[in-house]
């Protein structure tokens, strides 16, 4: 990795030649922002990346889907169809958040003539996760539960 090197404004002169150790700094210095070495300035992706820039749309479609195809499942920035698991009455809409814990990943079930179904419910998501959609929650301790799957975001 390459390290950042502070130049000082005053080791620059107009007209002067460039000293050797200036010289590597401008060599290594973009390297180490690029590496995000200690000191360093940070990119900003969010204005790096001039998406408008080019007229590659391909490209820019592979630099997406080359990370969504790399990501695992759970990981921050991925989907997934999930219910919420805790006995509650709150219902969730577009930007909601919750803690993973009270998710559960879900899949619909249906018996063999599609006449009824459900949902099955089976693992726990770890972090945070923001609502795509809706989940309609209804709970009442002494007859029953409704519970439905939507989609969620992983933020945290």
Do not use: H
Request: hydrophobic share 40%.
């Amino acid at each position: 990795m390459a390290s950042w090197t502070e130049i000082p404004n005053s080791s620059l002169e107009s007209g002067a030649p460039i000293r050797a150790v200036d010289g590597v700094a401008f060599r290594d210095n973009p390297v180490a922002i690029a590496e995000g070495a200690a000191g360093a300035p940070r990119i900003n992706p969010s204005t790096a990346i001039n998406w408008g820039a080019t007229t590659n749309t391909a490209a820019e479609s592979d630099w997406v889907t080359d990370r969504t195809a790399a990501a695992t499942a759970g990981e921050v920035g991925t989907y997934a169809l999930c219910a919420v698991t805790a006995n509650t009455d709150t219902d969730y809409s577009i930007g909601s958040t919750i803690a993973g814990s009270n998710l559960g990943y879900v899949s619909f079930q249906w018996d063999s003539e599609g006449t009824s179904g459900g949902l099955a419910i089976n693992g726990v998501p770890s972090g945070t996760w923001r609502c795509m959609g809706y989940s309609k929650n209804l709970y009442n301790s002494v007859s029953f539960y409704y519970k439905s799957a939507t989609l969620w975001l992983r933020i945290a």
